[in-house]
């Protein structure tokens, strides 16, 4: 982090500002909830359970095991909490954080969230969808930011020559 290079910029913190960030975490407690709330259904349908072993068995296995896992590992429940851009780019995902290299990251891509209006006097309340696109990444990493938080992403993408397509604001 030296003071000898000023086009450089040090570390760029960009948080989401969509809703999934929030409302996905309180969905990511539904497979702890499943397999924890699995313990007193089995305890209450004991004794059912005992009578069909063949099909309680793997009804559990099913529904308080299998189903979390695929659950808590699904890509779609875990959105970008924020991206750090800097020499690397750092994605802390909300069960996650990965970092890459900047020559896995193929391309920058801007595009306006579906009905989106705003009063042009209004520009700070104006938001852009941002999509990083990192080879070996799925999904892409995909951010709700500000118009000014768009512009400091394409000036950093700009100055690592790494491609930006769609409006930049």
């Known amino acids: 982090m ?4 000023p086009d450089r910029i040090l570390e760029l913190k960009v948080e989401n500002r969509s809703d999934r ?15 924890v709330g699995g313990i007193p259904i089995a305890i209450a349908l004991g004794d059912v359970a005992r009578a069909y072993p063949a099909v309680f068995g793997p009804a559990y296995l099913v529904l308080f095991v299998c189903v979390p896992l695929f659950l808590n590992w699904l890509p779609a429940l875990d959105p970008v909490d924020f991206v750090v851009l800097g020499d690397r780019v750092r994605i802390k995902r909300l069960a996650g954080n990965r970092t890459w290299d900047l020559d896995q990251v ?3 891509e801007y595009s306006e969230p579906l009905g989106a209006d ?4 209004q520009r700070a309340r104006h938001l852009v969808w941002v999509t990083i696109r990192v080879r070996r990444a799925w999904p ?3 951010l709700l930011v500000s118009d000014a938080a768009a512009r400091r992403i394409a000036d950093w993408a700009d100055r690592r020559q790494i491609p930006v397509v769609g409006k930049t604001v």
């Not at 030296?2 to 290079?5: C, G, Y």
């Not at 705003?118 to 006097?121: F, K, L, Q, T």
């Open 140 to 142: 892409a990493p995909r």
């Open 118 to 121: 705003y009063d042009e006097a």
């Open 2 to 5: 030296s003071a000898d290079r």
């Open 21 to 35: 960030v929030w409302a996905f975490g309180y969905v990511r407690m539904v497979p702890l909830l499943l397999f």
């Open 106 to 108: 193929e391309r920058v």
